[in-house]
Structures are given as C-alpha cells and as structure tokens.
C-alpha cells in the first residue's frame, strides 16, 4: 500500500505566537539554529509596562513604609509633650478644688452668692474632665498601633505587590519563548514589524528524530495494520530510502490537504493518517518535504 508523506519534526511543527499584539523590537533567533526550551524567541515593545511596574515599585515601598511608620508608634518624641499636658491639666483641676474647698468651708454663707458658688463648682468639674481627657490620649498614645490598622497596612502592602505582579506578568507576556528543546525552522517576523495575537511569528521542533505524516485513503484504510513496517522513498530519487517505525494512527479522519501532483489524484475524500519516524542522518530531507511510503498491508481481495 502507497501513501504520500509529509516530513515534519518529532515534536510536531510548533508555531510560537504572541498572546497580545505589538511592535517586535528584537528576533532573538536564526532559521536553523538549535534553541533551549525557555530561551527568547522575541520580544515586544513594552516600555509603557515597564514604566507602570516602576511607578508599582514605588507604591509597594510606600505601603512598606506605611506599615513601619504604624508599626513604631509611638514616637519617643510624641511621649512627653502629652505627659507634660497631663500634669498641666492634672495642676488645673487641684487648683480648682482647692479653690471650691475653700469657698465651701466660709463659715459666712453669705459672702459668695449661690450663683458664683456653682460657677467654682462647675469650673473643678471641667478642670477635672480636661485632665482625664488629657490621661486617656496620654494612654492610647502609648499603646501603640491600633491591631485593624496594621491589618489594613497590611492588606495595602498585599495589593500593592499583587499589582506589581500583575504588571510584571504582562511584561514577561511580552516575551516569546521556546517550550522545547528544538531548531528554529522558520521566522516570519521582522524587528519593526507589528505583530498581530496568536500568528504564527517562528515555527520550531525537535528535528533529531523526523516523522512522516501519511495520508491513507479512507478506503484502504481496512487494510492498514497498527505496527505495520514500511519504506520512505525521497521523491525524485527513489535510491535514497529509509526504513520508516510506526509511531501511531491518528485516531481521526480527516479531508485530504496533502496533494501529490498526480492527474488521477482524488481531492473529494478523506483520509487516515499514520505516522512514521526515522533518523534525521538516515536520508537528506527536510521539514515540509513529501515522500513516497510504501507500506506493508492486507491484500486488496484479503480480509
């Protein structure tokens, strides 16, 4: 049984595309050079992101900052001025009962009405709260930090690094990267060229072991037997071949694309396609080149 082959790489023909369009500042490879999996393929103009995780930095130091600042409180320095408050308050309201003791101990009632009385009264009272006051900030200065606002420092300082992250994503996103081990078989991009989302910029595989996608026809495909062992024949010069291995059956059938050139060739069908791999140095062919398959199959009247 006869089939047509097409050469591709053993990892299949990866066609490496950016996930968001933009201007190419640098292709980072050449055609038929090996390539790393993770190494740059290219890389986008990303100067605005740049910019924006600068401007992000800052903002994550700030909140840092923010949250230290909360953290040390309070300031050495914050301390005796309310302290000295608090004594000057705490002065004020003794004074204040001293003065209304001694009002109120006259033995002559009569030498202050009641309405100053009250206004003494009412002024050691006032003395009184202003120096409490003055204790209870003296109080909640030295406590510290107030726990919620740490937590929500804290929270600032999470978003600000997660927004930092975000942009430092989109900045990798810029750079294509190889996934394989692999030579570059193709580049279809240029530095200055703007390129579009998922287009094919650089097609690459692994070319140590080649495969051969073959097209059987939907009606010889009964007599295709999994393992089978056939021969690939370089068109043009049928003394260069090579033992083929069976790799698999695609379990799928698919509508011919693979043409041959041949006036008898059939376009209106489909077919099953099995793939083959040899040795690179086996034969001199190339990814996207055809072949002629020979493989062994049932007979036609067989079953």
């Known amino acids: 049984m006869a089939g047509a082959g097409l050469v591709?790489?053993?990892s299949e023909n990866i066609e490496a595309a950016t996930p968001v369009p933009g201007l190419v500042i640098e292709v980072l490879v050449e055609v038929g050079k090996p390539v790393k999996a993770?190494?740059?393929?290219?890389?986008?103009?990303?100067?605005?992101?740049?910019?924006?995780?600068?401007?992000?930095k800052t903002l994550v130091n700030s909140a840092r900052l923010q949250l230290a600042r909360i953290k040390s409180l309070p300031r050495p320095e914050d301390v005796p001025p309310f302290e000295a408050r608090v004594k000057a308050f705490e002065a004020d309201a003794?004074?204040?009962?001293?003065q209304l003791k001694r009002v109120e101990a006259m033995p002559d009632k009569r030498a202050m009405s009641e309405e100053d009385l009250g206004r003494r009264r009412f002024a050691s009272l006032t003395a009184e709260a202003r120096a409490a006051e003055a204790r209870a900030q003296l109080a909640l200065l030295k406590a510290g930090a107030w726990t919620p606002d740490?937590?929500?420092?804290?929270?600032d300082i999470a978003a600000a690094e997660a927004q930092l992250r975000a942009s430092e994503v989109a900045l990798e996103r810029l750079t294509v990267r190889s996934r394989i081990d692999g030579e570059i078989l193709q580049v279809n991009i240029r530095p200055g060229e703007y390129a579009l989302a998922a287009s094919p910029l650089v097609v690459l595989g692994n070319t140590d072991i080649l495969h051969v996608r073959v097209d059987i026809d939907e009606?010889?495909?009964?007599?295709?037997?999994?393992g089978a062992?056939?021969?690939?024949?370089?068109?043009?010069?049928?003394e260069l071949n090579t033992a083929l291995e069976f790799v698999r059956v695609e379990p799928f059938v698919v509508p011919k694309r693979s043409l041959t050139g041949s006036s008898i060739e059939r376009v209106d069908t489909r077919v099953m396609?099995?793939?083959?791999?040899f040795p690179r140095s086996a034969i001199p062919v190339y990814v996207g080149q055809q072949m002629d398959v020979s493989i062994e199959a049932a007979p036609v009247g067989g079953k």
């Open 8 to 10: 591709e790489a053993s």
């Open 38 to 56: 993770g190494a740059p393929l290219l890389r986008l103009d990303g100067r605005d992101i740049q910019a924006e995780i600068e401007v992000r």
């Open 94 to 98: 003794q004074n204040a009962k001293d």
């Open 150 to 155: 740490v937590a929500l420092a804290e929270g």
């Open 219 to 226: 009606n010889d495909a009964w007599r295709f037997k999994s």
């Open 229 to 238: 062992k056939a021969v690939g024949f370089v068109r043009g010069n049928r």
């Open 273 to 277: 396609q099995v793939l083959f791999k």
